[in-house]
């Protein structure tokens, strides 16, 4: 299963109930973005009623996001 993220894309975590947008990637590695090591991540703003206000932009790994996806705990809904 591929996995395609894009800003704008929405995730919602099946477990809490809450969503997320995806609002930016961007690298976290140095080497630039063809390293075989380049780490990427993405901010997402999570809305639900169980989300602390201060606490809704968070920050996940690419890899992360694509392995809760993978595995349903997520479900991702393209822009």
């Not at 894009?6 to 975590?13: K, L, M, N």
């Not at 809490?16 to 063809?34: K, M, N, V």
């Not at 990427?40 to 703003?45: N, S």
């Given at each position: 299963?591929?996995v395609?993220l894009?800003?704008?894309?929405?995730?919602?975590?099946l477990?809490?109930?809450?969503?997320?947008?995806?609002?930016?990637?961007?690298?976290?590695?140095?080497?630039?973005?063809?390293?075989?090591?380049a780490l990427?991540?993405?901010?997402?703003?999570w809305?639900?009623?169980?989300?602390?206000?201060?606490?809704?932009?968070?920050?996940?790994?690419?890899?992360?996001?694509?392995?809760?996806?993978?595995?349903?705990?997520f479900?991702q809904?393209?822009?």
């Open positions: 299963m591929s395609d894009c800003v704008g894309d929405i995730v919602v975590d477990v809490s109930g809450e969503a997320g947008i995806l609002i930016s990637r961007y690298l976290l590695t140095e080497g630039g973005p063809t390293n075989p090591l990427w991540a993405w901010d997402v703003y809305v639900g009623k169980n989300i602390d206000p201060t606490a809704r932009l968070q920050t996940w790994t690419e890899y992360g996001l694509t392995n809760v996806i993978k595995t349903g705990t479900v809904y393209k822009k």
